[in-house]
């Protein structure tokens, strides 16, 4: 709950991390991003967003990479937290006063390939409506999300969805399955302009294929519908594995144990350095989470599981 506020007058909401099971990179294109084609899975690790009634905005946040946790702070609080764009975004285009004390407690780290700012702002955009009454449409609210970021759109509808233009332009999978993954994720954090720098330099100096011609993400659309895992693992893949790789050799070894420890297969999680490994099933992802954890490669190892819900109000 939010600090000095009786708890009536404040609103929660949440919001999940994603990985990427598809993720082809093209060209970057003049306006400097890069066409994506990628398919989206939400997963159970949750970011909380809590707001309340204030004056301007006032944020506070706390949890994973936020220094309270350990590490070096990663995450701003102020004007560049995605969250308080958020806040702005909404309340302008509502016509209301962007008046609001907002805390968010973070469980997915930051800047580690999972879109935890993203579902900040989703679950920030959520909660100010119902603070606010601003009574916004879903459409209205995915229309400001992809004005916030990329991924932004995709932390509000959750489930499964392929993303194409810069990933903002969504078209929901519908698949019946679970799948079970373990989340590696590091002590130290990846920068996406990085990992997209590097993928440009690789391309250019013909270490790995240009990305002219996307791969279709039909096997792996296939592959979530018909449900056998093996068809799903064959098929995962990521276009900013090799960069990753590149500015963080010690991921090859995160990637070789999780196969070690027995993933049906083990990919980096977008932009990385989070290790997602697909387990056989729940029990599975128990028995992985502890071999994973005995490493000591990760600063933090969890089992979640995909799909669920984008950002929702709680409670
Ligand atoms: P993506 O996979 O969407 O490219 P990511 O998951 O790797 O991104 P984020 O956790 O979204 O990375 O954070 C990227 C950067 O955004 C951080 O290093 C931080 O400087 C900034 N940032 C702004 N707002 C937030 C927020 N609410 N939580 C975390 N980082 C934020």
Do not use: C
């Not at 309340?91 to 390939?113: E, W």
């Not at 969805?161 to 519908?174: D, F, H, I, K, M």
């Amino acid at each position: 709950m939010t600090a000095n506020l009786p708890d009536e007058d404040v609103v929660v909401a949440r919001a999940p991390a994603k990985i990427n099971v598809h993720l082809a990179v093209g060209p970057a294109r003049p306006d400097g991003f890069h066409e994506l084609s990628t398919v989206y899975l939400a997963v159970s690790l949750f970011d909380t967003v809590t707001v309340g009634p204030g004056e301007g905005i006032a944020l506070t946040v706390s949890g994973e990479g936020t220094g309270a946790a350990g590490g070096a702070s990663r995450v701003p609080v102020d004007r560049s937290n995605l969250v308080w764009r958020a806040a702005e975004l909404l309340a302008q285009h509502a016509g209301v006063p962007a008046d609001a004390t907002v805390d968010i407690r973070k469980s997915i780290p930051a800047a580690a390939g999972l879109a935890g700012g993203s579902a900040d702002a989703a679950a920030a955009l959520v909660a100010l409506d119902a603070l606010w009454d601003t009574r916004a449409s879903r459409a209205d609210l995915v229309e400001l999300a992809a004005r916030l970021g990329s991924d932004v759109p995709f932390s509000l509808l959750g489930g499964i969805a392929l993303g194409a233009g810069r990933g903002e332009q969504l078209t929901p999978v519908l698949a019946r399955g679970r799948w079970h993954w373990v989340l590696g994720m590091a002590r130290e954090g990846l920068s996406t302009p990085a990992v997209y720098a590097e993928l440009d330099r690789m391309r250019a100096a013909g270490r790995i294929p240009d990305g002219g011609e996307l791969a279709p993400p039909d096997p792996v659309i296939a592959a979530l519908r018909s449900g056998p895992l093996q068809a799903l693992a064959a098929v995962l893949s990521n276009d900013l594995e090799a960069p990753a790789l590149s500015l963080r050799g010690d991921l090859r070894r995160a990637l070789r144990a999780a196969t070690d420890a027995g993933a049906a297969a083990a990919l980096v999680s977008g932009s990385g350095p989070t290790v997602a490994a697909l387990a056989r099933d729940e029990a599975a992802a128990v028995r992985l989470t502890a071999a994973l954890a005995g490493e000591g490669l990760f600063r933090t190892v969890r089992a979640v599981h995909g799909p669920v819900a984008g950002a929702r109000l709680v409670g």
